[in-house]
């Protein structure tokens, strides 16, 4: 299922220039439906919120909010969701979610980033909330202060999945330095049989390590810590004790290693017979050199059911952000960097990447419908971000190119409606 990850789009940043959020979406021309499939697109034209149905755009509002952006897009029966995020008149953030264009708004400094609905109707949101604590740690770090909790709304009821009040004061962290806040955030959401599945990431450990997590009821499971898990196994780095896989066993980081890891879970998905997929990567490496080394690459990597598999070449740095499981085949879709360095779609096939473009791209999200695959995402067009579709690999425009478009998760189903 569909996922955002606000954290990792730095290539976007670099290469996509900002537009004005007030210019109206421009008509383009739709995409002619296959058999009997309607194609649904959530994203976003010049920073208003927008879901395309067959290559038809609307733009999406929210009274008293100015709507910019639509993240994950999911349609059960004849009723339409879309979850987004918009800002108020004081740049507060909100999470809103629409349903059939009726936008229902979350609580103020709150971001969706994924949306799934189960069978029963129950509408599932997965994202971050603010939340405040007092802090006794020393100036500057004392008084009111926030954290970042991964949050999940069932039916736009809040369960805060992650405690962050256990922030504390290290005067010896190296890398994060001061107070380290236990920030988290739910990054993909998917309605199972026992209930939600949620993927994210959640620090961990005095030096502020990123670990990428699942959580189903608010039970959680670290899939990777930078001290621990099977992954760990089969790397081993000297001097590190303890595990974090199904547990949190007590660990040792000795003075003389310096380590970072910044690891996360960006997609999950369930499959018909239970099985418990996530995608996303694992950062690691040992710094020797002062704050500000670069990393290492992210390490595109598959968890079923808390086994982890590398996706590709491991010296490739990559981002994989949605998983779709259909039958004994599993699809990713992500960005990985090509050998001219280059910021490419790919597209993964048990464990093979391909790769969409060779143009700067990114796929966002991924869909399978009985034998076609659907990848939503952008190409680059030398200027901006242009909102693209490929199906079985051939891509597709929604937007003429004249106006910066995001294509952020694609939802298809049979039946013309």
């Keep these: 299922m569909k996922t955002l990850k606000l954290l990792s789009a730095i290539f976007l940043l670099a290469v996509i220039a900002s537009c004005s959020k007030n210019n109206p979406v421009a008509p383009v021309k739709p995409i002619t439906p296959t ?3 309607d194609v649904y697109v959530a994203g976003a034209i010049n920073n208003v919120a927008t879901i395309w149905k067959n290559g038809a755009a609307t733009a999406l509002k929210a009274t008293g909010m100015h709507a910019t952006t639509a993240v994950a897009v999911c349609i059960k029966a004849s009723d339409v969701y879309v979850a987004g995020n918009g800002y108020d008149a004081s740049n507060n953030s909100f999470a809103i979610l629409w349903k059939n264009g009726s936008a229902t708004l979350y609580a103020k400094g709150t971001i969706a980033n994924s ?19 007092q802090s006794n740690s020393p100036y500057p770090y004392n008084g009111t202060q926030t954290y970042q909790a991964a949050t999940l709304w069932t039916n736009g009821t809040a369960k805060v999945l992650t405690d962050g009040n256990k922030a504390f004061y290290d005067n010896n962290a190296k890398f994060y330095g001061g107070e380290i806040n236990r920030n988290a955030g739910a990054t993909s959401v998917y309605a199972g049989v026992t209930g939600a599945y949620v ?19 608010k039970n959680k499971l670290a899939l990777y810590n930078s001290i621990g898990g099977n992954y760990q196994a089969n790397e081993p780095y000297p001097g590190l004790v303890g595990k974090f896989f199904g547990g949190d066993t007590a660990y040792i980081i000795p003075p003389t290693f310096s380590l970072i890891s910044l690891n996360q879970a960006s997609s999950v998905f369930v499959d018909a017979a239970n099985n418990v997929y996530a995608a996303g990567y694992v950062t690691q490496g040992n710094f020797t050199a002062a704050y500000g080394a670069t990393p290492p690459p992210h390490k595109a990597t598959l968890w079923k059911n808390g086994i982890a598999t590398r996706l590709g070449d491991s010296t490739v740095y990559a981002n994989p952000q949605s998983i ?24 993964w096939k048990n464990g093979v990447a391909a790769a969409l473009s060779t143009n700067t791209s990114n796929a966002a999200s991924v869909f399978v419908a009985g034998t076609d695959v659907y990848v ?5 067009n030398g200027t901006i971000a242009v909102a693209t579709i490929w199906k ?17 998760a694609v939802f298809v189903v049979n039946g013309i409606h």
Excluded: C, H, P, R
Aim: proline share 0%; no cysteine; hydrophobic share 40%.
């Design 35 to 37: 058999g009997t499939k």
């Design 115 to 133: 949306l799934s609905v189960d069978a029963a109707g129950t509408v599932f949101v997965a994202g971050t909330s603010t939340i405040q604590y």
């Design 199 to 217: 993927s994210g990431w959640e620090f961990q450990g005095a030096y502020g390590q990123e670990s990428a997590t699942l959580w189903n009821n």
């Design 324 to 347: 779709y499981v259909s039958g004994a085949d599993v699809y990713v879709a992500g960005m990985s960097i090509s050998k001219d360095a280059k910021n490419e779609a790919t597209l």
């Design 376 to 380: 939503a995402g952008i190409t680059y």
């Design 392 to 408: 079985n690999g051939i891509a597709t425009v929604l937007i003429d190119g004249a106006q910066t478009a995001y294509a952020n």
